[in-house]
């Protein structure tokens, strides 16, 4: 038995594979197996040697049989361990060239006006990309039936069935954080709101979605020689040339009374802009005095507050600051044409520094 034991415990513990340890599991333990040959023998023993030899022949095949699954389930996890070896797969990316990110410009244009307004004394203010039909046009002065709702391409939110509030609208223009300026604040105040805004219009200077920043200043004494000169400060300072003429130019928007469009004096010569030269006039932005009814809305007393607001399109200053010829390149995400047009991520635009450097 001893022999017996040796030989098969010796086997097992050699054997490569699955296969093997059952060819030896057949010869030892199964039914015809060496040991069910033993097991034979015992009929014919006296009955004191089986007593012996019984428990015995039992404790071998016991052996054996955990042997061969102690075995069994080495094997497997050394096919597992090899496995995970050769299957093995790299799911890390390699590390970026660290010139590949580049700042876009209608965000290098927000960060470099933010720069030129903090020097004036602005803060900056947020508001909601979806807004409130109030906010965006009542409260402006712009009432349900007012011809500036259907000039604006708005989109509309869906409404839940049922619901008979006005749905609400994607803004269409950075005014509407005027009154949650006003609302939050109260007067005075000054603050610029760059953000996103919404309008159903598409062609080389339009897209859906473009950039706008609100100016707002409200005081016991503000007139409207404060807004040229604060508008004159920001484009001498925003596209780096001293010798910047605007031309004030008399309009109409529902939110200001007296209202002005701002054109900036340039040249086209050979296909190319120069701000500061030239015979022609290019309109840069809208502004005036805001409309009382305005300011009653964010919740201020017209009869001792007054002051001036602008609108400007960002986007259209980076395509007049830097050359860059069609709107809707910028919203394409092509790496190309964001490498060219692209600003080092590390350069914060600031005064003192260098704008654009
Ligand atoms: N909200 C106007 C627009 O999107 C721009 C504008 C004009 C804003 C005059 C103003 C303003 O604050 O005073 O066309």
Redo the contacts with the bound molecule.
Sequence with gaps: MDDLKAKYLGQIADAGDEDALEAIRLAAVGKKGEVALKMRELGKMTPEERQVAGPALNALKDEINSALSAKKSALADAALDERLRTEWLDVTLPARDRRQGSIHPVSQASEELTAIFAELGFSVAEGPRIETDWHNFDALNIPSHHPARAEMDTFYMHRTEGDNRPPHVLR????PV?IRSMELQGAPIRVICPGG?YRADYDQTHTPMFH?V???AIDKDISMANLKWVLEEFVKAFFEVDGVELRFRASH?P??EP?AEVDIRCSWEGGQLKIGEGDDWLEI????MVHPKVIAAGGIDPEVYQGF???IGIDRLAMLKYGIPDLRAFFDSDLRWLRHYGFAALDMPNLHGGLSR
Excluded: D
């Design positions: 269409t223009h950075t005014s005027q805004v706008q609100e100016g707002l928007f939110f200001t209202s932005l809208g502004s005036g607001a602008f609108g």
